[in-house]
């Protein structure tokens, strides 16, 4: 994100990292701007290049937060409704026992998602150099992350595209995992 050849920064990459991942967020439903899912990946890929591991854990930590914040805020509300069913759940408004557990839950899964982009930065600022590896580095390790990803519900970059129907023959072919690999792997070719 430099200006012309004056080398000053246009934007903080932290900046850049928040609005790659509010991106993603709006490339889901409801929003549904799948092409979003494509730029937000790929502006991410762009503000972490050359930057070191430690920078790299802030930016991915940056870009995750954003990310999970926003397109699982609803978590908190669900956990809270659902917890009311059992006996002893709290059928109270704000500050209820199951508001608390709602939004504690979601606190929990949002770090714990977090860490996981956290981490892909780490990863990402270990790419070998040479862009066919660097492509192929960035799609691996995405993918080995994705597999480990702490989640309570199976959403992923792919799954964003379920509400795009003229793709729906590639997700019957590629899968989720597929489709997330596509994602990911587009935005690392794009990136060169």
Known sequence: MMAGGTGRRLLRPEIVAAVAGLLVFLGYPPFGLFPAL????????RVIRDVSPRRAILLGTI????????????????????????PGGADGGDGSLADWIGRGAFLVWWLGATLCWALWGYLLARAPRPPALRALWVVTTFGALEALYPRV??????????????LA?????????????????I??????
């Open 38 to 45: 494509f730029i937000g990946p790929w502006l991410f890929l």
């Open 63 to 86: 870009f995750g937060a954003t990310f999970q914040a926003g397109g699982f805020y609803w978590i908190a509300g669900t956990v809270s409704r659902f917890y009311r069913i059992f």
């Open 153 to 166: 519900f199976p959403w992923s970059l792919g799954s964003g595209l379920s509400e795009v129907s003229w």
């Open 169 to 185: 023959q590639g997700g019957w072919w590629l899968g989720v995992a597929g489709l997330t690999a596509a994602i990911i792997g």
């Open 187 to 192: 935005a690392a070719a794009v990136e060169e």
